[in-house]
């Protein structure tokens, strides 16, 4: 499924700005409300895993979801096809979401849940630059036609719902609750969930804040005189770092202090932000979105990690919807403010304005890590 969605993600910032018109603030609004969308429907999602004890049948409604959304891409005809079509794909992206972190918690020992982050987090990133990859090569065989390229994107779309079908099983879990159903957020559920994990969740807000959508990646490099059907490569970059990073990161963090690997992540996105904003050229951008990959290798399955462990067993689906619903939030707050900059100030402040927000971020690490030293 990331081979089908980066196929198109990597092409969509563009798609929308040069193929259809739309400007850089509607771009960042359509990232981050899309991606708002799935950290909600995560919390449902969640929710009712705990709730049925299964995870498999929301796994599979949300990976086929994401599948039947591929050709609306292809067929858009104005920015609000688009806009609705990533709605749907992020529909799809959280309900399969936070079932999907909480089975990869259920099925792996404790001693290497670290390791078991860090595979599926480079298997995720190995399909994300195997998609620009492919991108790029159909551009250059459909002469830069970026509709057919996303046609093409509904075959790995297709072939995602069938490994589910196959390939994934699940253990079972006692359900948290065998009574009638209850609202998904209920006060007690809250209490349990504890100051350890609302901890990793203010970290990974604030964190977002810092670390808007991918697409401004894209049109820095175009901007900076990447050619059009090289612009995938920018995808390509950050997701090799990504994935060949993810597991030596997963293992780090069985045995070192999560403030470590986070401090280090977060230096590695502030200096990702400073040369986007001021090296010259396309090689001063592709260092900087090689950063990016770094900072994002050494965080994100340690982040699911912390949420995983901060979590009881029986709240693990829902406390991954809480945990993603304040990403998603964070992440169109981000969007939002990247759009806004750039079309106001210009790139530079619009990745001023991510360094900023990283450097908050390790000073709400040092305070965490200082005055609650359970959650770091």
Request: glycine fraction near 10%; charged fraction near 15%.
């Amino acid at each position: 499924m990331d081979i089908s969605s980066e196929m198109i993600h990597a092409l969509l910032p563009l798609f929308l700005t040069v193929s259809l018109g739309a400007s850089v603030v509607v771009v960042g609004l359509i990232e981050g409300v899309a991606e708002a969308t799935a950290s909600i429907v995560k919390v449902f999602s969640g929710y009712l895993s705990d709730r049925l004890g299964r995870r498999k049948p929301l796994i599979l409604i949300g990976y086929a979801l994401g599948a039947v959304s591929k050709p609306l891409f292809a067929m858009a005809g104005a920015p609000l096809v688009v806009f609705g079509a990533r709605i749907a794909d992020r529909i799809g992206k959280g309900i399969r979401g936070a079932p999907r972190d909480a089975l990869v918690a259920d099925v792996t020992p404790e001693a290497i849940r670290g390791r078991a982050y860090g595979v599926r987090q480079a298997l995720d990133t190995a399909g994300a630059f195997i998609g620009p990859l492919v991108a790029i090569a159909l551009m250059a065989l459909l002469a830069n036609d970026m509709r057919a390229v996303f046609w093409f994107a509904l075959i790995p779309a297709g072939l995602a719902v069938l490994c589910v079908v196959l390939g994934v099983e699940e253990r079972a879990v006692e359900p948290a609750a065998k009574q009638s159903a209850h609202p998904p957020i209920r006060l007690a559920d809250l209490r349990r969930l504890g100051t350890a994990f609302w901890g990793v969740v203010a970290v990974g807000f604030v964190f977002t804040l810092a670390r808007f959508s991918e697409a401004f990646l894209v049109l820095k490099a175009h901007n900076e005189g990447l050619p059009l059907a090289l612009a995938p490569l920018v995808l390509v970059v950050t997701n090799i770092v990504y994935s060949l990073g993810a597991y030596p990161a997963g293992a780090w963090s069985d045995h070192a202090s999560p403030k470590t690997l986070l401090l280090c992540g977060l230096a590695a996105l502030v200096s990702a932000d400073l040369v986007l904003a001021f090296a010259p050229g396309v090689l001063g951008v592709f260092f900087g979105i090689a950063l990016w990959g770094a900072h994002m290798a050494l965080t994100q399955g340690l982040l699911a990690k912390l949420v995983a462990q901060r979590a009881p067993a029986d709240l693990r689906g829902s406390a991954f919807g809480l945990f993603n619903l304040a990403i998603g939030v964070a992440m169109l707050v981000a969007s939002a403010i990247a759009g806004l900059l750039w079309e106001g100030i210009g790139p530079a402040a619009t990745f001023l304005a991510g360094a900023s927000f990283a450097v908050l971020a390790a000073l709400l690490i040092m305070f965490l890590s200082g005055g609650v030293r359970q959650d770091f």
